[in-house]
């Protein structure tokens, strides 16, 4: 364990955005998202986006029929956080009912709303009727240009709400993930929780090495001078890994009892991004706790 004495930098959240479809995925979701404006004294907006061109293809009665369930959810939404959690709306939060495509319509709201972090669910499959499924939570983490936490459908710690004490990074030496360890020694530090730093190794980048030892004390050296000076006060401990990436990265995070885990994202670039780059929509479907992406620049097919 290493205790690093540097200056400190904040997270500074002072608005989050949270999306909801109703679902078990994003009430759980929404529940991390109050939580954690609490935590910040931030505003908080909770919003669901009606896909009315969807409806209004199958007709205007079924555009009114879809508008008017949407905002018995929203009242009912309301009831269950004022009953559960003491929440009461206009104070502790604010409701909107937005219109259009999910996801460009939660990064508009986000932008309008001056949102330093926006929080999803996802329920890491397809179905008919939902909105915050695979390809939606995942344009939103790629394009935002603020963290975005998602809560997958296997979190196992539902209960907790949002108190990391363990955090665990998944750094590749990207740009998106320099950014990423930056957010996750200043949460880290700020919750005074402990930061694991995790670089995975697949078997084909070591074939032919032969001083193996060597090739991973050089990373455990990249991975702590990737939190450069926001370190002051953060217990934190390096780890390179062997094997395939996404579940080494899973194994690892229930090894460790991880509350979050973060790792950097490359921007949205076209339709073939899970094609070229899957691994960051799989851990955020199978991860056990909430993950949070922090993105990096946009790619240019």
């Not at 369930?69 to 959690?85: C, F, G, S, Y």
């Not at 003491?86 to 309008?112: K, N, P, V």
């Not at 780890?239 to 460790?256: A, D, F, M, N, Q």
Request: proline share 4%; charged share 20%.
């Amino acid at each position: 364990m290493v205790t690093a004495q540097l200056n400190p930098v904040g997270v500074g959240i002072h608005s989050v955005l949270i999306a909801t479809d109703f679902s078990r995925c994003s009430t759980v979701a929404v529940n991390f998202g109050l939580e954690l404006a609490q935590e910040y004294r931030a505003k908080a907006y909770v919003v669901f986006v009606l896909p009315s061109d969807d409806f209004l293809i199958a007709g205007r009665d079924a555009y009114v029929a879809a508008k008017d369930a949407a905002r018995r959810d929203l009242l009912e939404l309301k009831a269950e956080l004022r009953h559960t959690h003491s929440y009461t709306e206009g104070e502790d939060y604010h409701l909107l009912l937005m219109e259009g495509e999910a996801a460009q319509s939660i990064l508009d709201c986000a932008r309008q709303n001056k949102a330093d972090a926006i929080v999803v669910g996802t329920h890491g499959r397809g179905g008919l009727g939902k909105m915050l499924m695979g390809s939606v939570a995942e344009r939103v983490f790629r394009q935002s240009p603020v963290p975005v936490m998602t809560v997958g459908p296997h979190l196992h710690r539902a209960a907790r709400g949002f108190a990391p004490r363990n955090i665990l990074l998944a750094a590749d030496f990207t740009p998106a993930s320099e950014c990423a360890a930056h957010y996750a020694s200043a949460l880290a530090r700020e919750r005074n929780a402990k930061l694991t730093m995790l670089h995975v190794l697949d078997h084909p980048e070591l074939s032919g090495v032969a001083d193996r030892a060597e090739i991973m004390q050089g990373i455990e050296s990249k991975l702590t001078a990737l939190i450069g000076q926001d370190t002051e006060g953060l217990q934190f401990c390096c780890r390179v890994e062997i094997g395939k990436v996404v579940p080494t990265i899973l194994h690892t995070e229930i090894e460790i009892d991880a509350d979050l885990l973060v790792m950097g994202v490359r921007g949205w670039s076209g339709l073939l991004d899970r094609l070229m780059w899957p691994n960051a929509y799989e851990i955020v479907r199978e991860a056990a706790c909430p993950v949070l992406t922090v993105r990096g620049k946009v790619v240019q097919q």
